[in-house]
């Protein structure tokens, strides 16, 4: 994978509104340097990509024109794989981060409406005063503690602390009843303390190794060892409220930082500092099954997707696509598909 990036990349600082942009690399790519580009499933990317694509979307990188003139070629885009190359130049975008490509899904966990010893651990809602609080705010382990009882705030309630803990990391969940229905329930707000991995915590304290940090060995760990493995959890002092979200036919994934529905295999999670929201971006990774070379839309954010090099892979909902996600920590390469006039004042030709 790392061997296609070989030629010297153009160091840009870029001034946008009189803001410094964070340091990054920009290296033109031809589509014949996308390995497997030509085998894609284009229709495929093209069907998550009309689902973002609107007008007026302004970022660091790209103008209102940019996008009006991307969602105006789509209304016509017949031959999938001809709209992307016309309308798109690839751009390797790189900084001081190192390449990593890990997975999430949408848990499908068992809920209740009502407190019982047996679902006993609250989804929050946000606190009024949150808003206006100063950050950091009270940490999870305060929150865990009952710092929020009885103010009538909770959603649901769950009846496994690990698989609680892990709707957090994950930020979007589809809760059964007891009663048999399914609410779908979305990111809201945090409380505004950074994100601290419990996984590393693990490995630099010899609890497990390096190679075997997996969200289902810590879900094992956790269980096996009670009440130290929900102390654990508290290492992450963040912590994600929830919202109740309407509005999504069962087969859709949840909603995006676009506020629309991510597509299993084809939504990626980036940092938006390098790569605007919407973009197209092809990915080179691998899977537990063998690489992974495909045509994503980035379409959410995370708060552990940091760096040009940095997404979170989509993989659908429940928990097969959970046992996926969980085994996906590979290094690979992002390529941004922009905008063919914002490529060229980025890039000016020589």
Excluded at 23 to 45: N, T
Excluded at 86 to 101: G, R, S, Y
Excluded at 291 to 319: C, E, T, Y
Aim: proline share 6%; net charge neutral; hydrophobic share 40%.
């Amino acid at each position: 994978v790392f061997a296609r990036v070989g030629l010297a990349a153009a160091a840009v600082c870029l001034m946008v509104a009189g803001a410094v942009m964070a340091d990054a690399s920009y290296q033109r790519l031809s589509y014949a340097e996308l390995s497997g580009w030509s085998d894609d499933d284009h229709a495929a990317a093209l069907a998550a990509f009309r689902r973002t694509c609107r007008p007026g979307r302004e970022s660091p990188l790209l103008v209102d024109q940019d996008w009006d003139g991307v969602c105006a070629a789509l209304e016509h885009a017949y031959d999938p794989k001809a709209f992307f190359e016309a309308t798109f130049e690839p751009v390797l975008i790189t900084n001081d981060t190192d390449a990593l490509f890990t997975g999430y899904f949408e848990p499908e966990l068992r809920a209740s409406r009502t407190f019982s010893p047996r679902f006993r651990h609250p989804l929050y809602r946000p606190p009024p005063e949150l808003a206006g609080a100063a950050k950091p705010w009270l940490s999870r382990g305060e929150i865990e503690g009952g710092a929020l009882e009885g103010r009538g705030l909770e959603i649901a309630w769950l009846e496994d602390p690990v698989e609680s803990f892990f709707l957090h990391i994950q930020g979007s969940g589809r809760l059964r009843l007891t009663d048999g229905s399914v609410l779908r329930v979305g990111y809201a707000a945090r409380n505004g303390h950074s994100y601290r991995s419990v996984g590393k915590r693990l490995a630099e304290l010899g609890i497990m190794s390096v190679h075997k940090v997996s969200a289902g060995n810590i879900k094992r760990w956790v269980r096996d060892n009670p009440g130290t493995g929900e102390e654990m959890l508290n290492y992450n002092r963040s912590y994600i409220f929830f919202r109740e979200v309407e509005g999504l036919a069962p087969e859709d994934g949840p909603r995006g930082a676009l506020n629309r529905p991510v597509t299993a295999g084809r939504s990626v999670a980036i940092d938006n500092r390098f790569t605007p929201l919407g973009l197209p971006v092809w990915v080179e990774t691998e899977t537990r099954d063998g690489p992974l070379n495909r045509l994503m839309i980035a379409q959410d954010v995370g708060s552990a997707i940091k760096g040009a090099q940095r997404a979170d892979i989509f993989f659908g909902s429940g928990s097969d696509a959970g046992r996926i996600a969980g085994s996906q920590r590979y290094p690979g390469r992002l390529i941004t598909f922009l905008p063919r006039q914002a490529a060229a004042r980025l890039l000016p030709s020589d």
